[in-house]
């Protein structure tokens, strides 16, 4: 038996309390003889005193120990073990990163991190928490140990990325906050390389953690992953490009391609795969191409499953819905108009109108140019349309809301100096599939491009198509929610030089609207497990209908939502149906481990850690007693006495 607060047992001495005021008592001294009680027998009234001392003595007893026990309960008795014993605080940070998948890491990581835990007694406190996709806690540093290990026991790898710094961090500040006299970190990782990057590896954590990293696993023989394809229409059906990387050794593999949940794939290849390289298989896909249909491309297993399979959608949509926005005030003609009214019967045929005042189509493209089209409402009906999955061709006059509405979306433009001669477009991206279009038949329309001025887009945010002569990107694409946006840094009329009269104009224009329509078809991942996706349409119900999750119940969903895992999802707003398919972060598939030496090390902090201001013995004691309190016994004995006295006490004064 110990005590959390023994000074409160000096409280007992109140026990004598009722024996001094029973001892005190003044008794009469000369005796008063009533005339009623002289003819009782002297040995009746000897007897009905004797019953009536015992009664007296027993509630004076019954009080004394009410005070004795009240004493023993502001004591705080406990159980407890040792409390010299040096105690522990221990958290395991899991890596739960879809690497973890490959061959049998994940059972032997598991019982390393076990291991290297061992077991824990008395005041130890025990704690795990996951890396992805942010650093979160299961269970928090507790004593009841025995929580935590079934938090471990449930755990497994998910379908994301992660990142080890910030839960190190996060793990070490708590540990940090925590009376022990050994803290450490027992890290359940594969040591991906990934895993370390972006890692501030010269600031260590707080004085007084230690850290157990786990040995770097053995290189899979066999790792190939499948990324996002892209089907595009044909005559005979659906044609599918399938990206495959590989990352090991040479090897032979089948892709199984299956439509709409079936269990029987549609088609099935054989691929010879190079050394470590990455190549897209063109595949014709049977069937119908005028309805909407999902697919599923497998790779037959290797050690890493987790990204054998990858999710296209294909979604069919009218010819040519285009919008296109008002000509801006002052243009002399509107080139625009007329170079797509010229084109409107080629292939894609081009249904041309302007916005609506209302919601936007999404299965269109709009071409804007008006400043007034990136303010106000209609603004927001862009915004809508785009994250909803429509497509808009861009060009710059640099008016203040377009400028205003992109760098809202990180993409800031930059003015091009004044110089004597005129700036040219060149360097073409030629393997992007607009310029491979434009350039089909005559090289010579990406030539001769010149513009008194224009407007750079940024690096960091946009993906360049062609470049202005001092490098900076003249044409690029922008992702904004599901939708994206073919921006040129030019205006398309007399003011910035002639291209509107060049016989590049027009194939240019109606390239870029039929190239962002087959993008709207083509079904690219519109998503990534882990990462928020935009929803537009309101509420709606949300569930996978294909991958690790289907299966599950539907979910309701306003706004946005985060898939956790791949697959093929389906939202259901009223009468109106979308698909989404959804993949896992390519650069997970990538299992080469950290190579240059172990810089995590530098981790530990060689600082002693500070003495705590409280006795440890004293922060056990607290927890051995929170653990097993025996305080209530004594509250709930003392209100057995009570009533027990009151009775007694009641039949003495009768």
């Known amino acids: 038996m110990n005590w959390l607060f023994p000074g409160f047992l000096a409280g007992a001495l109140a026990v004598g309390l009722p024996f001094a005021l029973h001892l005190l008592r003044r008794w009469p001294r000369r005796p008063v003889v009533f005339p009623s009680l002289r003819f009782l027998a002297p040995s009746s009234r000897k007897t009905e005193n004797w019953w009536q001392r015992i009664r007296r003595w027993l509630v004076l007893a019954l009080r004394g120990a009410i005070f004795a026990i009240l004493a023993v309960a502001f004591a705080r008795p406990f159980h407890g073990g040792d ?10 940070v899991i890596d739960n990163s879809f690497s973890l998948q490959a061959g049998g890491r994940w059972t032997e990581l598991r019982s390393w991190a076990r291991e290297k835990a061992g077991t824990f007694e008395g005041s130890d406190r025990f704690g ?10 299961l269970v928090a540093p507790t004593t009841e140990t025995g929580r935590a290990w079934q938090a471990f026991a449930a755990a497994k790898p998910g379908w994301l990325t992660a990142r080890a710094e910030p839960a190190l961090r996060m793990a070490g500040d708590a540990l940090a906050a925590i009376a022990a006299d050994h803290r450490e970190i027992i890290v359940l990782s594969d040591q991906q390389r990934l895993n370390w990057s972006g890692a501030e590896f010269s600031q260590p954590l707080p004085p007084g953690v230690a850290i157990e990293f786990p040995e770097i696993p053995a290189p899979v023989d066999r790792q190939a992953a499948v990324l996002a394809p892209t089907l595009t229409p044909t005559e005979q059906g659906l044609r599918a490009s399938v990206p495959v990387h590989n990352f ?9 391609v299956y439509r709409d949940g079936g269990v029987t794939p549609i088609r099935e290849e054989n691929l010879e795969l190079v050394r470590q390289e990455m190549r897209s298989f063109d595949i014709n896909l049977p069937g119908p191409s005028d309805r909407a ?13 987790a990204d054998d399979s990858a999710y296209a959608i294909w979604q069919p949509t009218e010819d040519g819905a285009l919008l296109l926005d008002r000509e801006p005030a002052g243009t002399e003609a509107d080139f625009v108009a007329i170079a797509l009214d010229a084109a409107a019967n080629l292939k894609p045929k081009l249904k041309i109108s302007s916005p609506p005042a209302g919601e936007w189509p999404v299965r269109a493209v709009a071409v804007l140019r008006n400043d007034a089209s990136f303010a106000g409402a209609t603004a927001a009906q862009l915004d809508a349309f785009l994250a909803a999955g429509g497509s808009a061709l861009v060009f710059a006059r640099g008016g203040t809301a377009e400028q205003a509405w992109l760098a809202a979306h990180g993409a800031v433009l930059s003015p091009l100096p004044e110089q004597g001669e005129s700036w040219q477009v060149h360097d073409w991206a030629l393997d992007h599939p607009l310029v491979a279009a434009l350039s089909q038949r005559r090289l010579e329309v990406l030539l001769g491009w010149e513009f008194k001025g224009g407007w750079s887009l940024p690096a960091t945010t946009v993906d360049p198509i062609a470049h202005w002569s001092d490098e900076t990107a003249a044409i690029g694409e922008i992702r904004v929610g599901a939708g994206r946006v073919l921006f040129c840094g030019f205006s398309p009329d007399r003011h910035a030089g002639d291209w509107p009269v060049m016989p590049s104009f027009v194939p240019f224009l109606h390239q870029s609207a039929a190239y962002l329509m087959r993008a709207q078809q083509s079904a690219i991942v519109v998503g990534q497990a882990g990462q928020t996706l935009s929803l537009a349409g309101g509420s709606g119900q949300w569930r996978a209908i294909e991958g690790p999750a289907a299966g599950g119940p539907a979910v309701d969903v306003a706004g946005s939502v985060v898939p956790m895992a791949p697959g093929v999802y389906e939202l259901v707003q009223g009468r109106d149906r979308k698909l989404f398919a959804i993949g896992v972060p390519p650069e997970e598939s990538d299992l080469a481990p950290w190579d240059v030496g ?6 530990v902090s060689t600082k002693p850690a500070p003495e705590s201001k ?4 004293e922060v056990a004691a607290v927890d051995a007693e929170q653990r097993a309190p025996l305080w209530w016994w004594a509250v709930a004995l003392v209100a057995v006495l009570l009533l027990a006295e009151l ?8």
């Open 83 to 92: 409390l010299t014993r040096p105690n522990r605080a221990v958290v395991i």
């Open 293 to 305: 249909a999902y697919f599923r491309f497998s790779l037959d297993d290797d050690e890493l499953p």
């Open 647 to 654: 009775g007694l006490a009641n039949r003495t004064v009768r």
């Open 614 to 617: 409280v006795p440890r013995a």
């Open 598 to 603: 172990a810089p995590w090390m530098k981790l």
């Open 248 to 256: 090991t050794d040479a090897q032979k593999r089948v892709l199984r």
């Open 128 to 137: 795990v928490m996951l890396m992805a996709p942010q650093p979160t806690w």
